[in-house]
């Protein structure tokens, strides 16, 4: 998770910082990347956020804290970059929800681009798969005695794919074509699919 100083200075999530919760790595279970996806167009989806799940700098994203900054804003509005650096735009988000876990969102990394085609062999190879959002927190409440910050209302302005997210559990948790869904047990979407439709069905749905 990006600190909300950004872009004047960025910490990394390995600098100095106090213990944290177990609770960290109470991860949602991953779904294998596809295999086979990177010769259509890249489109990739999974979690930027968790609600009620501390991350390593002490902050606690509660539900609804997105939800009028993404009526506000739309998902075309907030940017897809890479390791949170402006000039390296990698794509663009089509669907930014809440739902029942966390901050679903689903996009398409640009291919004809040298650094989209790059990334992309970087997620079929498993080498980077984080997620990590870039804000300002607009309401907000600190408890003393733990040092927790729980977030109630968030300015969302970019969602990076990193290499370590502030939120461990943070991921993109499938990367796909517009007429690939997830492994063979999940159902598939037909060919005539649009990319609004790869969408359509938040990850937490196809979980249950």
């Not at 929800?97 to 004809?112: F, K, M, P, S």
């Not at 063979?184 to 005539?192: F, H, Q, V």
Request: net charge positive; proline share 7%.
């Amino acid at each position: 998770m990006m600190r909300p100083d950004w872009p004047f200075r960025y910490v990394p999530h390995f600098a100095a910082r106090k213990p944290f919760s177990a609770a960290f790595f109470l991860e949602p279970p991953l779904i294998p990347l596809s295999t086979t996806t990177l010769k259509t167009d890249g489109r990739i989806e999974g979690y930027a956020s968790l609600f009620g799940v501390e991350d390593q700098g002490r902050d606690i994203v509660m539900p609804g804290a997105f939800r009028a900054c993404l009526a506000h804003r739309g998902a075309r509005n907030i940017r897809m970059l890479f390791q949170h650096d402006p000039a390296r735009p990698i794509g663009v988000w089509d669907d930014i929800r809440e739902d029942a876990r966390g901050l679903y969102v689903c996009g398409q990394i640009i291919a004809d681009a040298t650094l989209g085609r790059d990334l992309l062999a970087l997620l079929k190879g498993g080498a980077i798969d984080g997620l990590s959002i870039g804000f300002r927190a607009r309401r907000a409440q600190r408890d003393a005695a733990t040092g927790q910050r729980r977030l109630y209302d968030i300015d969302l302005w970019e969602i990076s794919i990193v290499t370590f997210p502030m939120l461990p559990g943070a991921r993109v948790r499938a990367l796909k074509s517009a007429t690939a869904a997830l492994p063979s047990a999940r159902p598939r979407l037909t060919a005539s699919s649009s990319s609004k439709a790869v969408c359509a069905s938040p990850l937490s749905q196809r979980l249950s």
